[in-house]
């Protein structure tokens, strides 16, 4: 590794928890979401090749250093990035076709080593049982505050595992199951998923994901749930203390499954002070495997 990139000192590691499904889910297997705080390091040094101001610290490049990749992110040529209607993303690792096929390209180095976030994602042994045992595919996502992502799944053409690393603010991720029942509407209401099959909107599990952390969904909560964020500027969150019943939680506050998990003491404190979090932008690195990968001579005989 050249001395003057960022050390990233850290070795793959397990740490975490994985989160049992409360038992009223009636989700088989019992567990299939796993969150990993701090699995990329704070970034403490800039390579010599990137500029280091005055790009990242104007308009919306403002932000905050906390990762060599976040760096190389807003580093990003414009024509790297697909604009969509409430968000903005790129795609490594290669495009894939409407039948699910990837025509594969070479990720970006600053994520095979730089740091090396895939054989971090391999140690994890999410993919163990994947076609390519690694992630082949990265969607990077870009919100601004008061961005989300509506309900959804990420469906059948990736192998059914996906890690989700964030990066930037913190944000709330939240997991739904289908309603099939038309009478089973909940305080908030079901939405129509464009499935034609309605969604009940009260999440069956809902996490504060810390800038950093790593999400893996898989088993059920990948092939029988969505998952989605809720377009707002700041999240209110129930602490252990407004659980216990008496608390003047705002009537939005979320209660999260993995607050024994978090990591970042300033968050826990603002939550349990009762103050909302802000958002500001996030980016996520959602990775996956899609299992059928064209070669050359496919791709020259058009598939
Ligand atoms: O940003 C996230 O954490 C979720 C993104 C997502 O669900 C997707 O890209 O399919
Ligand atoms: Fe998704």
């Not at 928890?17 to 989700?27: C, E, H, K, R, T």
């Not at 690694?134 to 996502?141: A, L, T």
């Not at 991720?173 to 089973?184: G, I, L, N, Q, T």
Request: charged share 20%; hydrophobic share 30%; net charge neutral.
């Amino acid at each position: 590794m050249p001395e003057d990139r960022p050390t990233t000192s850290e070795t793959p590691h397990r740490s975490g928890g994985l989160l049992s499904n409360p038992a009223n889910l009636g989700i088989e297997g019992g567990r299939s979401v796993l969150y990993l705080p701090n699995f990329i390091t704070v970034c403490c040094s800039t390579p010599r090749s990137l500029p280091l101001t005055p790009t990242l610290t104007s308009g919306r490049r403002r932000t905050i250093f906390n990762s060599e990749v976040l760096v190389q992110i807003q580093e990003s040529p414009q024509p790297k990035w697909k604009n969509l209607q409430n968000r903005r993303l790129q795609i490594w690792g290669g495009e894939m076709t409407a039948k699910g096929t990837l025509c594969p390209a070479p990720f970006p180095n600053f994520v095979t080593q730089y740091p090396d976030l895939i054989a971090r994602l391999k140690a994890t042994e999410a993919f163990e049982g994947s076609p390519h045992g690694v992630p082949n595919h990265i969607i990077m996502n870009e919100y601004e505050a008061g961005q989300g992502i509506m309900p959804h799944e990420d469906g059948p053409k990736y192998h059914p595992v996906v890690a989700t690393l964030s990066l930037g603010t913190h944000c709330v991720f939240h997991y739904y199951r289908y309603s099939d029942d038309a009478s089973s509407t909940t305080p908030h209401g079901a939405e129509n998923s464009g499935t034609g099959r309605s969604i009940d909107r009260t999440p069956v599990l809902s996490l504060l994901l810390e800038p950093r952390s790593l999400v893996i969904s898989f088993g059920d909560m990948y092939t029988a749930h969505l998952h989605g964020i809720e377009d707002t500027f700041e999240d209110h969150i129930k602490s252990p203390v407004d659980l216990g019943g008496d608390s003047d939680s705002p009537a939005n506050a979320v209660h999260i499954g993995n607050w024994d998990l978090l990591q970042d003491q300033k968050l826990k404190e603002m939550i349990t002070r009762g103050e909302p979090l802000l958002r500001s932008t996030r980016w996520s690195l959602t990775c996956r495997d899609i299992p059928k990968v064209s070669t050359n001579l496919q791709r020259l005989r058009g598939f």
